[in-house]
């Protein structure tokens, strides 16, 4: 929580204002906003007209029906339809029909202007969580990132697009409504106004306490997000240890939770609105009670009385909006802070200009130290070695040694501080290399690779989109894939489901590598890529490898010493340190760490065998 506080500080720094950071979402529909207000401007003058139409209608024209003559006074209205009344009626139609048209372009533009600020939004929201470092994520639970980028997004949406754009139409409705209001009546306009601030300040007492409100259920939503992307992505976990029940009350609880959250929230908006109405009926019925009492006594005639009714009866409800404006408000500077943390989140540097150095030469590393964060204990302590180009090194240790971290530097998933030490591909420190160049000329099985949800194709093809059949036939040779893929009705084309769920964790294991061979990188890492296969697979594969990556630098990181029975050398991590480091028969014969791990290993092929 310290560091999201501290990083809530940051994006008041890095951002600015609200507005600032709305200001950069609403390039690209600006102006369609603005085309909306204008025409909203529009609609609110038209409906302004309309009052004083009607009200001159009853005082001008019925108000001289006693000097009709007398043979068309006997025809209720002939006059009325023909002159005064039929010039009302007419005008009012006619802008009846102007104010309908101009509220549809108002939608219309309102409309488009809100998906393009939803598509932008998106967009940046998307990119930029493309750019961020493991080391976010690791600090971010999934759940509440996307809860972030979609619920707040329709926050942040629903205001601009239904409360900021009416505002101008309720500011200019307000100030024109009381400029007709105070040439009709102005002691009864005055009474009218001075509910005005009431309503403005009994908005901004609940502003703050709808804002704190807000904000506490959207972070307890993020959290139920959280649980229930956890549970769909490890429904087989769930179901394996027969969690269900567990995990279901797991979820209640948080859901419970949350709803309590949400119903303090509908407390304070009932009586925000609770209050806006009664305050809202006092005004109306003042404004009534009043005007009629200065019909009969003269001050006012029928026609501007009717008027000043109508008047009052369209002033309520801007008046009433401006209120919800300031609790809207609340609730969408919550959701743009929240996608501000993202957004001011720093990017992973991509070391545009950075070097490309050729790729098939030694990686030393140098007193290497490393540490996830800063509260946690080193993974890697005071670690130096060197991998001959076009060598093929073991990593061997145990959980928790370091074997995956030294891999993730070395591409540079995670950055190496300044003072800790350094990895050197040849002459060239790795903090100087581009990172796309890095990365592409490196290939990095893990230990559960993740497939996207299209077809095997698909997935084989990320490193080379532009690979032939012919080589990723010979990939998938290679890896011992086209083994399954010839028992799949669909062979390449069949379609492996969200996180490759319709293939085994060893298909999953040789399909990423089969991936990773496409894109003929320099320097191939398999980290633990093989535990998931086989004995005799696992042989077979090797071997097909050796042949391919002659010339590529290999590191095989593991724990099974049957996979590094090809390896030039071994090296030995034991708890974030070197142990040991030499050819497999120079391990074997000191008699170490490695001697002792190969012997109990042996031992259990002995037990399985017997």
């Known amino acids: 929580m310290k560091k999201q506080d501290d990083n809530q500080t940051r994006v008041q ?220 992505t490890g429904v087989r976990v769930v179901r394996a240890f027969g969690r269900e029940a567990q995990e279901r009350e797991r979820f209640e609880t948080k859901n419970r939770s949350y709803t309590e959250f949400w119903v303090h929230l509908m407390k304070l908006l009932s009586a925000f609105w609770a209050s806006g109405d009664l305050i809202s009926g006092l005004q109306v019925m003042l404004v009534v009670v009043l005007g009629a009492a200065f019909c009969v006594r003269g001050q006012l005639s029928a026609g501007n009385y009717i008027a000043f009714i109508t008047y009052n009866a369209m002033l309520t409800w801007p008046v009433r909006s401006l209120g919800r404006v300031i609790s809207e408000m609340s609730k969408a500077g919550i959701s743009i802070d929240r996608i501000a943390y993202i957004l001011s989140s720093k990017e992973e540097d991509e070391r545009d200009g950075g070097e490309e150095p050729d790729l098939h030469q030694d990686i030393t590393f140098s007193h290497v130290f490393f540490r996830y964060q800063e509260e946690l204990p080193l993974v890697l302590s005071d670690v130096s070695f060197t991998v001959r180009a076009g060598e093929t090194l073991g990593i061997l240790g145990g959980t928790g040694s370091g074997k995956t971290t030294a891999a993730e530097l070395l591409d540079a998933l995670y950055d190496l501080p300044e003072g800790c030490g350094s990895i050197r591909i040849g002459d060239t420190d790795l903090r100087d290399i581009s990172r796309h160049y890095l990365r592409r000329g490196i290939g990095f099985v893990q230990q559960e690779p993740y497939l996207f949800s299209g077809t095997l194709l698909h997935n084989l093809t990320l490193a080379n989109p532009a690979a032939t059949k012919d080589e990723v036939e010979e990939a998938a040779k290679i890896s011992c894939l086209d083994e399954a893929v010839a028992k799949f009705e669909e062979g390449y084309e069949t379609v492996v489901g969200e996180r490759g769920v319709t293939l085994s964790g060893g298909q999953k294991q040789r399909t990423a590598i089969a991936q990773m061979l496409l894109g003929n990188p320099t320097i191939m890492i398999f980290d633990d890529a093989l535990s998931a296969v086989d004995a005799a697979t696992d042989a077979k594969i090797r071997r097909a490898l050796s042949q391919k990556s002659k010339d590529a630098t290999v590191l095989l990181v593991t724990h099974r010493i049957t996979t590094l029975s090809g390896a030039d050398r071994i090296l030995v991590l034991d708890h974030g340190r070197v142990a040991e480091l030499g050819t497999p028969q120079e391990l074997y014969e000191k008699n170490g760490l490695y001697r002792r791990i190969y012997d109990l290993q042996a031992a259990g092929r002995e037990e399985d065998a017997g």
């Open 13 to 232: 720094r890095a951002e600015g204002s609200h507005a600032r950071l709305l200001g950069r979402f609403l390039q690209g529909s600006l102006h369609l906003f603005g085309i909306s207000i204008l025409c909203s401007l529009c609609v609110s003058v038209l409906d302004l007209v309309n009052p004083r139409i009607i009200g001159y209608a009853v005082d001008t024209v019925i108000g001289n029906a006693a000097d009709l003559p007398a043979f068309l006074a006997r025809i209720p209205g002939i006059r009325h339809v023909f002159s005064g009344i039929g010039a009302a009626s007419l005008a009012v139609v006619v802008l009846a029909l102007l104010a309908a048209l101009f509220r549809f372009l108002a939608g219309t533009f309102n409309a488009k202007g809100a998906e393009t600020l939803v598509r932008r939004m998106r967009e940046l929201l998307f990119s930029h969580l493309l750019r961020l470092p493991l080391s976010w994520y690791a600090e971010n639970q999934t759940g509440d990132i996307i809860q972030r980028c979609t619920s707040d997004v329709e926050t942040i949406k629903n205001f601009v697009s239904e409360q900021l754009t009416q505002l101008f139409r309720t500011i200019l409705l307000i100030v024109l409504a009381l400029a007709f209001m105070s040439g009709i009546s102005r002691g009864l306009t005055l009474i009218a106004f001075l509910f005005i601030p009431v309503i403005v300040l009994y908005s901004l007492f609940f502003h703050s306490r709808i804002g704190a409100a807000f904000q506490r259920a959207d972070e307890e939503e993020g959290k139920l997000s959280a649980i229930v992307q956890e549970n769909l």
